[in-house]
C-alpha cells in the first residue's frame, strides 16, 4: 500500500477520463484527480476513518479546481460535509449527473440533518447548470416537505431532472415526500417513471 501512495504521487493520467476507486485512501483520490485534467465521470467510495474524513473536504476542493469537465460525480460523505459540494456545482459548468450518499451517523439530531440537506437542494436549484437533470441519493437523506415542494416548484421550466432515491424504505421519507414526487413527476417537472421510485407502488 505504501508503494501505491508513493506512485500515486507522481503518476499523471492527462488522458484519463473515468475513475471509479473503492477504499482507496481519499488522499490517493485527490492527487489522482490533481494529476489529470479530462477527468468526465468519478465514482469513489470511501469508508472514511479517522482523519480520512479531512480529506472528504479537500475533495470537493480538488474536484472544483481540476475537472472543469465532469459531467457526473457520484460519492460518500459525512453529513457535515456537505457545505462542500457547493463549491463543486459552482465551478463544474459541465456536471449533468450528481449521486451522493450520506454515510450513516447515529447524531440524533433530525433537525440539523433536513437543513443541511436542504441546503443542498438550494445549491442545485440556484448555481447548477442549466442541462443539469439528475440526482440520486441514499436513505441517510433528510428533505422538509416545505423545502423538497419549493424545490420542484421552482425548477419548473427547466430541463426535467431525474430524481432518484436510491432506497426501498426510509424513515425520513415519508407518504408527504411521496405525494410530492408523484405530483411533479404528472407535471412534467421529474423525468423518471413514478412508478419506478420509491413507494409509488401505492398509486
Given amino acids: 500500500m505504501q508503494e501505491l501512495k508513493k506512485y500515486l504521487l507522481i503518476a499523471s493520467f492527462p488522458k484519463l477520463q473515468y475513475l471509479d476507486t473503492q477504499n482507496l485512501s481519499p488522499h490517493g483520490v485527490c492527487r489522482l484527480i490533481e494529476n489529470s485534467q479530462n477527468i468526465k465521470e468519478i465514482n469513489t467510495w ?10 472528504n473536504i479537500k475533495l470537493f476542493k480538488v474536484i472544483a479546481k481540476n475537472c472543469p469537465n465532469i459531467e457526473s460525480l457520484h460519492f460518500n460523505t459525512h453529513l457535515k460535509n456537505l457545505g462542500g459540494v457547493k463549491e463543486i456545482i459552482l465551478n463544474c ?41 439528475e440526482f440520486t441519493f441514499n436513505r441517510n437523506w433528510r428533505f422538509s416537505v416545505n423545502n423538497l415542494k419549493k424545490f420542484f416548484e421552482d425548477w ?48
Fill in 93 to 133: 459548468n459541465k456536471l449533468r449527473k450528481l449521486g451522493i450518499d450520506i454515510i450513516y451517523e447515529d447524531d440524533g439530531d433530525d433537525h440539523e440533518r433536513e437543513i443541511i440537506c436542504d441546503e443542498v437542494l438550494n445549491y442545485l436549484l440556484n448555481y447548477s447548470p442549466r442541462n443539469f437533470d
Fill in 46 to 55: 470511501n469508508k472514511f476513518l479517522g482523519e480520512e474524513a479531512v480529506y
Fill in 156 to 203: 419548473r421550466g427547466r430541463k426535467q431532472i431525474k430524481f432518484i432515491p436510491c432506497f426501498n424504505e426510509c424513515v425520513h421519507f415519508t407518504q408527504k415526500h411521496i405525494e410530492i414526487l408523484h405530483k411533479y413527476y404528472n407535471e412534467g417537472v421529474i423525468d423518471i417513471d413514478a412508478s419506478l421510485s420509491y413507494g409509488m407502488h401505492d398509486y
